[in-house]
Protein backbone atom coordinates (compact mmCIF):
# COMPACT_ATOMS: atom_id res chain seq x y z
CA UNK A 1 0.00 0.00 0.00
CA UNK A 2 1.07 3.47 -0.87
CA UNK A 3 1.46 5.84 1.78
CA UNK A 4 2.31 9.58 0.82
CA UNK A 5 4.33 12.25 3.35
CA UNK A 6 1.24 14.36 3.06
CA UNK A 7 0.36 15.82 6.68
CA UNK A 8 -3.64 15.89 5.91
CA UNK A 9 -4.17 17.04 9.06
CA UNK A 10 -2.23 20.63 8.24
CA UNK A 11 -3.70 21.06 4.88
CA UNK A 12 -6.17 23.73 3.79
CA UNK A 13 -9.27 22.51 3.00
CA UNK A 14 -8.68 23.64 -0.45
CA UNK A 15 -5.68 21.43 -0.65
CA UNK A 16 -7.92 18.36 0.03
CA UNK A 17 -10.52 19.68 -2.51
CA UNK A 18 -7.61 19.97 -5.09
CA UNK A 19 -6.18 16.14 -4.17
CA UNK A 20 -10.03 14.79 -4.33
CA UNK A 21 -10.21 16.24 -8.15
CA UNK A 22 -6.69 15.24 -8.79
CA UNK A 23 -7.64 11.62 -8.08
CA UNK A 24 -10.95 11.80 -10.16
CA UNK A 25 -9.07 13.04 -13.05
CA UNK A 26 -6.00 10.38 -12.56
CA UNK A 27 -8.54 7.26 -12.94
CA UNK A 28 -10.78 9.23 -15.61
CA UNK A 29 -7.91 9.80 -17.59
CA UNK A 30 -6.25 6.40 -16.79
CA UNK A 31 -9.22 4.63 -18.27
CA UNK A 32 -9.51 6.88 -21.33
CA UNK A 33 -12.73 7.93 -20.19
CA UNK A 34 -13.90 11.61 -21.91
CA UNK A 35 -15.28 14.15 -19.27
CA UNK A 36 -18.79 13.56 -20.90
CA UNK A 37 -18.24 9.61 -20.52
CA UNK A 38 -17.69 9.95 -16.95
CA UNK A 39 -20.12 12.76 -16.17
CA UNK A 40 -23.54 10.88 -17.95
CA UNK A 41 -22.54 7.48 -16.19
CA UNK A 42 -22.15 9.38 -12.92
CA UNK A 43 -25.19 11.38 -13.67
CA UNK A 44 -23.82 14.65 -13.59
CA UNK A 45 -23.08 17.42 -15.88
CA UNK A 46 -19.71 17.62 -17.55
CA UNK A 47 -19.76 21.33 -16.21
CA UNK A 48 -19.72 19.83 -12.39
CA UNK A 49 -17.14 17.14 -13.15
CA UNK A 50 -14.91 20.13 -14.55
CA UNK A 51 -15.28 22.07 -11.52
CA UNK A 52 -15.31 19.05 -9.50
CA UNK A 53 -11.64 18.04 -11.25
CA UNK A 54 -10.18 21.45 -10.67
CA UNK A 55 -11.71 21.33 -6.89
CA UNK A 56 -13.27 24.07 -6.97
CA UNK A 57 -16.98 22.19 -6.77
CA UNK A 58 -16.17 19.33 -4.34
CA UNK A 59 -19.63 17.85 -2.50
CA UNK A 60 -19.93 14.28 -1.11
CA UNK A 61 -22.42 13.21 -3.40
CA UNK A 62 -20.77 13.77 -6.46
CA UNK A 63 -17.22 12.50 -5.21
CA UNK A 64 -19.75 9.00 -4.72
CA UNK A 65 -21.01 9.39 -7.70
CA UNK A 66 -17.75 9.62 -9.35
CA UNK A 67 -16.13 7.21 -7.76
CA UNK A 68 -19.46 4.53 -8.74
CA UNK A 69 -18.54 5.46 -12.45
CA UNK A 70 -15.08 5.01 -12.07
CA UNK A 71 -15.57 1.81 -10.49
CA UNK A 72 -13.00 2.89 -7.34
CA UNK A 73 -15.98 2.97 -4.49
CA UNK A 74 -13.35 0.52 -3.00
CA UNK A 75 -11.27 3.35 -1.78
CA UNK A 76 -14.23 3.95 0.66
CA UNK A 77 -12.69 0.74 2.56
CA UNK A 78 -10.93 2.97 4.81
CA UNK A 79 -13.86 4.82 6.39
CA UNK A 80 -15.44 0.98 7.36
CA UNK A 81 -15.39 0.80 11.07
CA UNK A 82 -14.13 -3.04 12.09
CA UNK A 83 -15.51 -3.86 15.29
CA UNK A 84 -11.93 -5.32 17.31
CA UNK A 85 -11.81 -7.45 20.72
CA UNK A 86 -8.91 -6.59 22.95
CA UNK A 87 -6.76 -9.33 24.02
CA UNK A 88 -7.97 -8.70 27.44
CA UNK A 89 -11.73 -9.68 26.29
CA UNK A 90 -10.57 -12.24 24.28
CA UNK A 91 -8.77 -14.03 27.22
CA UNK A 92 -11.91 -13.58 29.26
CA UNK A 93 -13.79 -15.27 26.79
CA UNK A 94 -11.65 -18.02 26.24
CA UNK A 95 -12.08 -18.92 30.46
CA UNK A 96 -15.39 -18.87 30.09
CA UNK A 97 -15.28 -21.35 27.57
CA UNK A 98 -16.53 -25.01 27.98
CA UNK A 99 -13.54 -27.56 28.78
CA UNK A 100 -15.22 -30.75 29.20
CA UNK A 101 -18.79 -32.60 28.87
CA UNK A 102 -20.84 -32.46 32.00
CA UNK A 103 -22.12 -35.70 31.30
CA UNK A 104 -26.21 -36.04 32.32
CA UNK A 105 -27.73 -35.07 34.81
CA UNK A 106 -30.85 -35.06 36.66
CA UNK A 107 -32.82 -32.22 35.23
CA UNK A 108 -31.68 -33.66 31.68
CA UNK A 109 -33.19 -37.22 32.54
CA UNK A 110 -36.05 -37.39 30.96
CA UNK A 111 -38.39 -40.58 33.56
CA UNK A 112 -40.81 -42.60 32.17
CA UNK A 113 -44.18 -41.11 34.57
CA UNK A 114 -45.64 -44.79 34.08
CA UNK A 115 -42.91 -46.50 35.08
CA UNK A 116 -42.71 -47.23 39.42
CA UNK A 117 -39.48 -49.24 40.28
Known amino acids: MYYSNIRWESATNSYIMATLGEFVRHHRLEQNRTQAEV ?24 FVQLLRALNQLHVLEVFVIKEQISPLELAKLSE ?3 QR ?4 SAVNRVEDPGVDW
Open 39 to 62: AETAGINRSTLSEFERGTRVNMLT
Open 96 to 98: KKR
Open 101 to 104: ASGS
